[in-house]
């Protein structure tokens, strides 16, 4: 593995940088992170919101709705050896952002309900984490996007109870994020790099989904 270069030598995307100048550091961001680049500040860019139909809104905000604890659902001893694996891989690799194992523990337990809910894999969903975000869970983007997955304020208005605060709730962030990434790509019927390219406000341009797909990759595991 590619020896990771120390934190004040990873881009940092400022606030105030116009279009040019975000694309240019997600490019450099996506080229880094192929060659071991762990760390980043904010990247998420302004998503836009968009007209629902009544039966999206209502199917959307259903999605969201009820939060359960985010046990995981192991049907047999396979899965939950599989399960255990993943933990273990993927905790080692998140220490890096979150030095408590507790914490730990909780964040990818909740990550793992909410991606199998949503039918994501695991490793996509860790590595918009990553990107977005960089583990931060009160992370707040100059284009207002909050949390884990930078979750756009008006998504609590459009599918939610209207409290955007309850963003920054670690399980709210990251069901709010799955649920809208898994609408876009069904909107997108499956393409990947146009769905991530809507998540992201960047619909069309490659810089944002090729920083997710290398992020992607470093916590690529059989469990996905």
Same mark, same amino acid.
């Given at each position: 593995?590619?020896?990771?270069? #120390?934190?004040?030598?990873?881009?940092?995307?400022?606030?105030?940088?116009?279009?040019?100048?975000?694309?240019? @550091?997600?490019?450099?961001?996506?080229?880094?992170?192929?060659?071991?680049?762990?760390?980043?500040?904010?990247?998420?860019?302004?998503?836009?919101?968009?007209?629902?139909?009544?039966?999206?809104?209502? #199917?959307?905000?259903?999605?969201?709705?009820?939060?359960?604890?985010?046990?995981?659902?192991?049907?047999?001893?396979?899965?939950?050896?599989?399960?255990?694996?993943?933990?273990?891989?993927?905790?080692?690799?998140?220490?890096?952002?979150?030095?408590?194992?507790?914490?730990?523990?909780?964040?990818?337990?909740?990550?793992?309900?909410?991606?199998?809910?949503?039918?994501?894999?695991?490793?996509? @969903?860790?590595?918009? @984490?990553?990107?977005?975000?960089?583990?931060?869970?009160?992370?707040?983007?100059?284009?207002?996007?909050?949390?884990? /997955?930078? @979750? /756009?304020?008006?998504?609590?208005?459009?599918?939610?109870?209207?409290?955007?605060?309850?963003?920054?709730? /670690?399980?709210?962030?990251?069901?709010?994020?799955?649920?809208?990434?898994?609408?876009?790509?069904?909107?997108?019927?499956?393409?990947?790099? /146009?769905?991530?390219?809507?998540?992201?406000?960047?619909?069309?341009?490659?810089?944002?989904?090729?920083?997710?797909?290398?992020?992607?990759?470093?916590?690529?595991?059989?469990?996905?």
């Amino acid at each position: 593995m590619a020896a990771v270069p #120390a934190i004040s030598r990873i881009p940092v995307i400022r606030s105030g940088l116009d279009s040019t100048g975000r694309r240019r @550091v997600l490019q450099r961001l996506g080229a880094g992170l192929g060659a071991g680049i762990w760390g980043l500040d904010t990247a998420a860019g302004p998503q836009i919101e968009e007209p629902l139909s009544h039966a999206v809104r209502t #199917a959307l905000s259903a999605a969201v709705a009820a939060a359960a604890p985010p046990d995981p659902v192991l049907a047999n001893t396979a899965a939950q050896q599989a399960y255990v694996d993943w933990q273990a891989h993927a905790s080692q690799r998140l220490t890096r952002y979150k030095k408590h194992a507790a914490e730990r523990q909780e964040f990818l337990q909740t990550l793992w309900y909410e991606a199998r809910r949503a039918g994501l894999p695991l490793s996509l @969903v860790l590595g918009i @984490v990553q990107v977005e975000s960089g583990f931060r869970k009160y992370a707040i983007s100059s284009a207002g996007a909050r949390g884990y /997955m930078q @979750v /756009m304020p008006f998504w609590a208005r459009l599918i939610g109870d209207g409290d955007d605060g309850r963003l920054f709730h /670690m399980q709210t962030n990251l069901r709010f994020g799955c649920v809208i990434l898994r609408h876009y790509l069904d909107r997108e019927r499956g393409d990947l790099l /146009m769905g991530l390219g809507r998540y992201n406000g960047s619909r069309g341009q490659t810089a944002y989904p090729q920083a997710v797909l290398a992020a992607q990759r470093l916590w690529s595991h059989a469990a996905d």
